[in-house]
């Protein structure tokens, strides 16, 4: 059973800086998407950036310039540093592994880390 551990949430003002984390257990797919959603408050859950090992890179335009995906696959680590961040950021942040490539849908989920902006 794939795990999905978030961490590095928190409270910051805004035009602040977050990086999360999210450790992945040892998987063996032959191609995969990992990526980000985020849940608001009285908000649908939304996607806000993924990586395939296809090379696809994807973010929604509300984060574009502003949050970035990295890895260390030593550690079977992703990374989302969150930078400028805005009042509207605030929400539930889930990391997201699927067993394909070319999009993150969400197979395996972790369990979400707060991220709260104050304005």
């Known amino acids: 059973e794939v795990q999905l551990v978030e961490s590095g949430g928190g409270l910051v003002q805004g035009g602040g800086s977050l990086r999360l984390s999210c450790a992945a257990s040892e998987f063996s797919f032959d191609d995969y998407s990992i990526g980000w959603f985020r849940r608001a408050p009285g908000k649908e859950r939304e996607g806000v950036a993924c990586v395939s090992s296809d090379g696809t890179t994807w973010y929604d335009d509300s984060v574009k310039g502003r949050f970035t995906m990295s890895s260390d696959n030593a550690k079977n680590t992703v990374f989302l540093q969150m930078n400028n961040l805005k009042a509207e950021d605030t929400a539930v942040y889930y990391c997201?592994?699927?067993?394909?490539?070319?999009?993150?849908?969400?197979?395996?989920w972790g369990q979400g880390t707060q991220v709260t902006v104050s304005s």
């Open positions: 997201a592994l699927d067993s394909f490539a070319g999009l993150c849908y969400g197979e395996y």
